[in-house]
């Protein structure tokens, strides 16, 4: 089977720090750009980050630049998101993607193509809240 599994969400106070995990399962990750999505609370899912199979090219949604940090661990079929310096607005559900048709066409440094993501984890909850 082919999976993406997150883990690692929970509640933290504003200022607080985070690392949500995505491992994947069935395919080998390190040809896969992976994007980060956030779905707050009545909004859209929308695109925050995105990586490269090689982690050399990254993208940053402007609302998180400077405060999340992406890395992988190819090895250990896994993507991480480190969260600082978290924001009430930070609250939504955080979900891993990939495509299997666009697999290496989706993270550009200069505005990744968000639409190209078709296969997505089941999501974990992040609430920052006092």
């Known amino acids: 089977q082919v999976q993406l599994v997150e883990s690692g969400g929970d509640f933290v106070q504003p200022g607080g720090s985070l690392r949500l995990s995505c491992v994947a399962s069935g395919f080998t990750l390190a040809y896969y750009d992976i994007g980060w999505f956030r779905q707050a609370p009545g909004k859209e899912r929308d695109g925050i980050g995105c990586?490269?199979?090689?982690?050399?090219?990254?993208d940053y949604a402007d609302s998180v630049k400077g405060r999340f940090t992406m890395s992988r661990d190819n090895a250990k079929s896994t993507v991480y998101l480190e969260m600082t310096n978290l924001k009430p607005e930070d609250t939504g559900i955080y979900y891993c993607?990939?495509?299997?048709?666009?697999?290496?066409?989706?993270?550009?440094?200069?505005?990744?193509?968000?639409?190209?993501?078709?296969?997505w984890g089941r999501g974990t909850q992040v609430t920052v809240s006092s």
């Open positions: 993607a990939t495509d299997f048709y666009y697999y290496q066409e989706m993270c550009d440094a200069n505005g990744s193509h968000w639409d190209r993501f078709g296969t």
């Open positions: 990586i490269s199979g090689n982690g050399v090219t990254t």
